[in-house]
């Protein structure tokens, strides 16, 4: 499955963004899919997960309560919806499939194919 992430840009402190993960060449309900980033100079880490129909998400303790994480199998996509943005949370931004369809995985390594990312710069 090929993934490609959008929706990256610069805002404001407090502002808001969505990113969005198109799949294609795979069968999208079959995936949970998760939403990791990586800051220069540090380790890829987890943001949020999805399970295959949307009904179990898991978030990092950073992100839970601004973040939202939600998908539309219709249209192969999930979302990644940022409120109230930090200076913190500018990072590159990759979404991930995982065949593992019923759980919401924190670890990357768990996950099976991925995107290329997308630049989320957050300015104080």
């Known amino acids: 499955v090929q993934l490609q992430a959008s929706g990256g840009g610069l805002v404001q402190a407090g502002g808001s963004l969505r990113l969005s993960c198109a799949a294609s060449?795979?069968?999208?309900?079959?995936?949970?899919m998760g939403w990791f980033r990586q800051a220069p100079g540090k380790e890829r880490e987890f943001v949020a997960a999805?399970?295959?129909?949307?009904?179990?998400?898991n978030y990092a303790y950073s992100v839970k309560g601004r973040f939202t994480i939600s998908r539309d199998n219709a249209k192969n996509t999930v979302y990644l919806q940022m409120n109230s943005l930090k200076p913190e949370d500018t990072a590159i931004y990759y979404c991930?499939?995982?065949?593992?369809?019923?759980?919401?995985?924190?670890?990357?390594?768990?996950?099976?194919?991925w995107g290329p990312g997308t630049q989320v710069t957050v300015s104080s």
């Open positions: 999805i399970t295959w129909s949307g009904a179990g998400t």
């Open positions: 991930a499939a995982d065949l593992s369809k019923y759980y919401t995985s924190t670890d990357y390594k768990n996950y099976d194919y």
């Open positions: 060449g795979g069968i999208f309900r079959n995936y949970a």
